[in-house]
């Protein structure tokens, strides 16, 4: 998303105060406008498709690569245009392409595409963003380039130098980015949202024509008086330090210049995909690592950076270690470690690799191909990452090998040849990797198990942050650091080669083993989704044919217990009907009883695939063997059923460890409660590391009249992977069969709420991290 961030220098003066300030005035304006809406968009179509797709974080990366992509063709359109059409035909083209556009307003999800396929949702998201949003997210892309073109034909004293307009663009993306969580997303339904945009757009027309007006009649081309001359300004600061030479750039600084916007838009995406998927795919943690991205180009992509090259040089080595390391841990003080070394890391990196790129700018002959061969390098960073990594990789590779390209893509490394640094300091590189990556290979020797000691992460930190001394005595040593941690980057992933990991749309799903070799462990990014004990913790075999359910399903837990107390407030002779959404490793299956009835939900075939091997859990096939399993996202599979078809359902759908939103709204918690018997029990569970999500749902009750519902809290005792404390919500018509329960350490009753319930058109995903940091803090 690099293009229009571009460029930037204001000028001195106040527009105001300058001959035909009013010309300014009317383009800059424009701009700001433009960018308001093309940096409003993003945020507000993605969350309208989140629901579609399970509230996968994947949803963003993809929409990400899909609007670079478009803002490249966006930047293609407007340069074919200036180049070859003349500016009356210009006009007439670009104003047809922005009256098109309205065919597509408001912005809403188009018929036909309800439900997105079990494979190749990457492609059916694509072709979804491409003939809903597509064609006013062109025409509004194309305004920033097209303005500037426009511009310099007006004969304003400033046309031979436009680029200070682009601060006007920078503070409307800004505005937006900061905006949209802020303010527009929690006052404003989607369909109002959507409304509204649609009205921002129509403005955005009534100035383009202006704008065009004003070009084609030379509204400024009568020079200025003379006593304004002499105290016009001098050219920009971009203008006066651009390169003077008109020679053709070489195929070498393309490719550098495709590979320093590359790195910065990948890494975007993999940090921004590595937050989202414990906490929530929610805009307000979209735009955070986005607003940082474009705040980059305004601190060093000028003349003079407002953040000096060499803290930035030192900073990153230390801030790409630290959130490399905490790659090793799941614990939430590791994970905090991690994002606040993965900001730096990211923040440092994208303002190294700008200013190099600025460094490194053609002469103003060439600024049009400086700047498409920087989107390339943009687009192809977001397809990497979003579309191509989930391939390539069964595990999540590419943030830590973008955190290492970041090393290789700094001022002292690119001066050389590309690979000199390596050749000069091969010895220190070999020796960086070889230390380390023996060290942690002979360290683990023998173990396959999917949680490293302690004593093993504390010396292998230790020596991440003997390697980052080194690089800081040196400015001659990133190659050596990158190897050295590319080498613990391997070890910390080994486990993928030593255990099953498959990857998908949704994520990363990992089976292994616990320390003690007694324990199967389903986990799905940061969390576990299951587990099964798979021998005594003497190491003795098992005894029986059916399993103990483990981990948060265990029979003594929240769920189980309110699965027997929904059997004992049933009929007599009745036998239950019940639903479980979210199959992980299929444990509740052994909560059944012969004779009952059950049907599992579950969104990702790899989960079911996982699910269903007895080589890796029996759950399934020792207890419920011929259970249906529908695949597909819960809102539109469980509302297939018949009504009042369930007497329990379990709605136990993670995202490692995030809660799809659109399945905790009012309007979901009214069709599960639809497909329940007049006395069937809702379990929701709830528990979470970063959110307080129980409030949500009393909102929702509390919004529904005749509807009863009661917190729960399992006791702090635990016993290892057998079983592990849960939070659950239990919601029901009936008031009588949500009385009774106890054994745990927390029950209450719900009652009235004072905040506003979510629905499919708002939700508040930050006012739940906020209730959470402020009442109980970061859980393990």
């Not at 579609?52 to 407007?78: D, E, H, N, R």
């Not at 369909?191 to 100035?207: R, Y």
């Not at 324990?519 to 103990?548: K, N, V, W, Y």
Request: proline share 7%.
């Amino acid at each position: 998303m690099s293009m229009d961030r571009s460029a930037i220098e204001p000028r001195p003066t106040f527009l105001l105060a300058r001959p035909g300030a009013w010309i300014l005035y009317a383009f800059a304006s424009t701009l700001f406008v433009s960018a308001m809406l093309l940096f409003s968009v993003q945020p507000m179509f993605a969350k309208m498709v989140l629901p579609k797709l399970g509230g996968s974080p994947s949803v963003w990366a993809v929409a990400m690569t899909f609007f670079q992509a478009m803002l490249l063709i966006g930047y293609c359109y407007a340069h074919l245009l200036t180049r070859f059409a003349p500016a009356r035909w210009a006009v007439v083209i670009h104003l047809t392409v922005c009256a098109a556009a309205f065919m597509f307003l408001p912005l809403a999800l188009p018929a036909g595409w309800d439900q997105a396929p079990a494979d190749y949702a990457q492609l059916w998201l694509l072709g979804l963003l491409a003939v809903s949003v597509g064609w006013p997210f062109l025409a509004v892309s194309a305004t920033a380039p097209l303005l500037q073109a426009w511009f310099s034909r007006t004969g304003h004293p400033d046309a031979d130098d436009p680029y200070f307009l682009y601060g006007a663009s920078n503070i409307g993306s800004m505005a937006a980015l900061i905006g949209y969580p802020v303010i527009i997303e929690t006052s404003l339904g989607l369909s109002a949202q959507s409304t509204v945009w649609a009205a921002g757009f129509a403005f955005l027309v009534l100035l383009v024509m202006m704008c065009a007006w004003l070009m084609l009649n030379g509204a400024a081309r009568t020079p200025a008086p003379a006593s304004s001359q002499t105290d016009a300004p001098a050219p920009s600061a971009i203008a006066a330090a651009a390169p003077a030479s008109t020679v053709r750039p070489a195929w070498r600084d393309r490719l550098i210049w495709v590979a320093l916007a590359f790195v910065p838009s990948g890494l975007l995406v993999a940090f921004t995909t590595h937050v989202t998927t414990d906490i929530a795919s929610a805009p307000f943690l979209w735009i955070g690592p986005l607003a940082l991205y474009l705040l980059t180009y305004i601190l060093v992509f000028r003349d003079k950076p407002l953040v000096p090259m060499q803290v930035l040089l030192k900073l990153q080595p230390l801030a790409v270690a630290g959130a490399l390391a905490s790659l090793f841990s799941g614990s939430v003080p590791f994970w905090l470690m991690g994002i606040l070394c993965g900001v730096l890391a990211f923040f440092s990196t994208a303002m190294i690799c700008h200013r190099t790129m600025y460094e490194r700018r053609p002469g103003a002959s060439h600024l049009t191909e400086f700047y498409l061969w920087m989107s390339l390098g943009g687009v192809l960073g977001g397809i990497f990452t979003a579309l191509l990594a989930p391939v390539i990789f069964n595990i999540v590779m590419e943030y830590p090998l973008l955190l290492l390209s970041a090393l290789l893509c700094r001022r002292d490394v690119l001066r050389h040849r590309l690979f000199a640094p390596l050749r000069a300091h091969a010895g220190a590189a070999m020796a960086a990797a070889a230390a380390v990556f023996a060290f942690v290979m002979t360290a683990g020797a023998g173990s396959t198990t999917t949680q490293g000691s302690s004593d093993l992460i504390a010396v292998i930190l230790a020596l991440l942050l003997a390697i980052c001394i080194a690089s800081l005595l040196s400015r001659k040593l990133p190659a050596a650091l990158a190897m050295g941690l590319l080498a613990v980057v391997l070890f910390q992933q080994r486990d993928a080669f030593t255990s099953h990991a498959e990857r998908g749309f949704f994520g990363v799903h990992r089976v292994g083993l616990a320390e003690d070799g007694t324990f199967r462990i389903l986990s799905h990014g940061t969390t576990i989704h299951g587990g099964q004990r798979i021998a005594q913790p003497d190491g003795s075999p098992l005894t029986g044919d059916r399993p103990i359910p483990a981990a948060y399903y265990h029979p003594q837990g929240p769920m189980a217990t309110m699965l027997k107390h929904t059997r004992k407030h049933m009929a007599a002779g009745k036998a239950l009907h019940g639903g479980v959404v979210g199959l992980g490793a299929g444990a509740f299956a052994c909560n059944t009883l012969a004779g009952e009835t059950w049907r599992f939900f579950e969104i990702d075939p790899l989960v079911v695939k996982i699910a269903r091997d007895p080589s890796m859990f029996t759950y399934l096939s020792s207890c419920q063997p011929d259970a249906p399993i529908v695949v597909g996202d819960a809102r539109l599979t469980v509302a297939s059923e018949p009504a009042g078809s369930f007497d329990f359902l379990l709605v136990d759908a993670f995202s490692s460890d995030s809660i799809p939103v659109h399945l905790l709204t009012r309007e979901a918690v009214a069709m599960y409660l639809s497909r329940l018997s007049p006395d069937g029990v809702l379990v929701m569970h709830v528990s979470n590391r970063y959110l307080d999500l129980a409030p949500v749902l009393e909102a929702a009750i509390a919004d529904m009249p005749g509807v009863h519902g009661v917190f729960i809290e399992d006791t702090n005792k635990y016993n290892g992977m057998d079983a592990i404390k849960s939070k659950v919500v239990a919601i029901s018509r009936s008031n009588e069969a949500l009385q009774g329960i106890g054994g745990f350490a927390r029950i209450e009753q719900f009652g009235d709420s004072t905040l506003e319930p979510w629905t499919d058109d708002y939700s508040n995903i930050a006012g739940a991290l906020f209730r959470h940091l402020l009442a109980r803090g970061p859980q393990p």
